[in-house]
């Protein structure tokens, strides 16, 4: 009987010894299709019917699997095994709709599962949480501000006195890994910390901290509010004026999940009418572009989706794709599946 094939669609950069075992050990044959554009894709998917795993990741080019993808996809594909925490490129439901044919692999009741999604959740806590710690302090102390005055030689010449965290009550929207992972790193510093999930987390996470059942109330005791939610069709744009109106006046946003999570309109009214004194954001809705009126705000900090950018998370990213691809092979199912499709 041949290898299971799995089609790598992207670049493998820092585990590339490790992919190649799954061949040299004969688990699996590996193909790179050309990525290059969708029609390129299309056509290698073609040529691959017999292919059961996708790995997607960096480099991929052919705009993401979304509702038309999928009436292209081999019926014998059953895993899509995605690079990153983040997964919105992905339209899970058609995923979950897509019948796979039955094969020797599957039995007639995985088959008609559609096929399976993972995305690297646990990888990128690190990283993001320190990006979404360096956005906060950043924030509350003004440190863009003074990086630009120190640059441009104008030392303390129009910059105000800043803020200082401790004492202060972050509220954390959504307490997953990275919440908690932030948590972790903002409790030192003498903050309060407030979470909102739509459910209270059991068995209570292993720091101090309140769960609020209701967002608004949340928005109204925090200082500063950090996302970290999914960006979804409930969550795309959630996040505008109506929650800017229930927030502390002079507080801080900080985003590090999606940029498309937040209104960025009303982003920019509540930073431009002082509703909010400062904010973090390490992603935008349209990147890599970047709204001029966001870049030329000296009182917030910006950066270029950073929050996954070093050697250590890139690495570990690859390896939870890589053990997600070895379980479907080995077991038929995932280690991080999507949490819509866990919940069927």
């Given amino acids: 009987m041949s290898l299971p094939k799995v089609l790598i669609a992207g670049n493998i950069l820092w585990t590339k010894k490790e992919f190649q075992e799954l061949q040299s050990s004969s688990i699996a044959t590996l193909v790179t299709p050309d990525v290059s554009s969708r029609s390129a894709f299309l056509k290698d998917l073609e040529a691959n019917q017999d292919a059961s795993v996708i790995v997607y990741t960096n480099g991929a080019k052919f705009g993401g699997f979304d509702r038309e993808l999928f009436t292209k996809l081999p019926k014998s594909v059953k895993f899509i095994c995605s690079h990153g925490a983040g997964y919105d490129s992905i339209d899970v439901e058609a995923a979950t709709e897509h019948v796979a044919v039955l094969t020797d692999s599957w039995s007639a009741h995985e088959a008609?599962?559609?096929?399976?999604?993972?995305?690297?959740?646990?990888?990128?806590?690190?990283?993001?949480?320190?990006?979404?710690?360096?956005?906060?302090?950043?924030?509350?102390?003004?440190?863009?501000?003074?990086?630009?005055?120190?640059?441009?030689?104008?030392?303390l010449k129009d910059f105000p006195l800043a803020h200082d965290p401790e004492g202060k009550t972050l509220g954390i929207v959504g307490m997953g890994g990275i919440g908690k992972a932030l948590a972790r790193r903002v409790l030192p510093l003498g903050m309060k910390i407030l979470y909102h999930n739509r459910r209270e987390i059991t068995p209570a996470p292993d720091f101090p901290c309140e769960y609020v059942a209701n967002l608004d109330d949340l928005l109204a005791r925090s200082d500063a509010v950090s996302l970290h939610m999914p960006l979804n069709e409930n969550t795309r744009n959630g996040f505008g004026a109506a929650q800017f109106a229930k927030m502390k006046d002079g507080s801080v946003l900080i985003n590090t999940a999606r940029g498309g999570v937040v209104d960025q309109e009303a982003l920019i009214q509540a930073l431009d009418s002082g509703k909010l004194y400062s904010a973090g954001l390490d992603v935008f809705p349209n990147e890599p572009e970047i709204d001029q009126r966001l870049r030329d705000n000296v009182k917030i900090s910006i950066l270029p989706h950073v929050g996954t950018h070093t050697l250590e998370s890139r690495y570990g990213m690859e390896m939870l794709v890589l053990k997600n691809v070895k379980t479907a092979l080995e077991s038929g199912s995932l280690v991080t599946q999507v949490p819509e499709q866990r919940a069927k």
């Fill in 112 to 155: 008609a599962l559609g096929v399976s999604v993972s995305h690297t959740p646990s990888a990128v806590d690190h990283g993001t949480a320190t990006t979404a710690l360096y956005l906060l302090l950043g924030a509350f102390r003004q440190y863009a501000h003074g990086e630009i005055n120190a640059r441009k030689g104008l030392w």
